[in-house]
Structures are given as C-alpha cells and as structure tokens.
C-alpha cells in the first residue's frame, strides 16, 4: 500500500472536505483515515490516503491538490508516508 499525508490548512468555508474528497474519488485514491478541526476560524485537516490505484502519480496529484487548495483559499500538501514518518521520528 502506497500512504500518502495530506493536510489541508486555511479559514475556514463552506465545501472544504467536500472539494478534497471529490478530488480523491475522482482520482481512484482512497481515504483510510481523516481528523479535522476548527480553531479560532481557521481549518486543519490531516488525511492518510491510499494512493496504490490511482489514476495519477504522485507529483501530478500533489501540484493538482495545491491548485485546489488554491481555489478554495486553503494551503493543501502531500508528502509521501515514508518522509513524513522520516521528519517526525526524531
């Protein structure tokens, strides 16, 4: 299974989880698990993806998602579980 770390930072609006879920439905990448939270206005969202039957490589979805981000007014990144687990084991 390829694992991939999604988080989403921004103020927070309407139609946030809806826009990044359909952008991973679309692309055939399934969520295994979501937490959310709403601080003082401001939204943070970390997914855990699936990313083995997607229908993009990593690079394209990861440059698909900040575009997204984007045009939502939200900060959305994606680092590949390996790494991340490799910057927070110190």
């Not at 699936?50 to 490589?57: M, Y």
């Not at 981000?69 to 579980?81: A, D, L, M, P, Y």
Request: proline share 0%.
């Amino acid at each position: 299974m390829k694992k991939t770390i999604i988080t989403v930072v921004g103020k927070d609006t309407v139609g946030i989880i809806a826009r990044v879920c359909t952008y991973l439905a679309e692309n055939g990448i399934n969520i295994l698990d979501i937490s959310q939270t709403i601080v003082q206005d401001y939204f943070n969202m970390m997914m855990i993806v699936d990313t083995n039957h997607s229908a993009k490589v990593f690079g394209d979805m990861a440059d698909e998602l900040s575009a997204l981000g984007e045009e939502i007014g939200v900060v959305i990144k994606c680092q590949k579980e390996e790494i991340f687990d490799k910057m927070h084991r110190i």
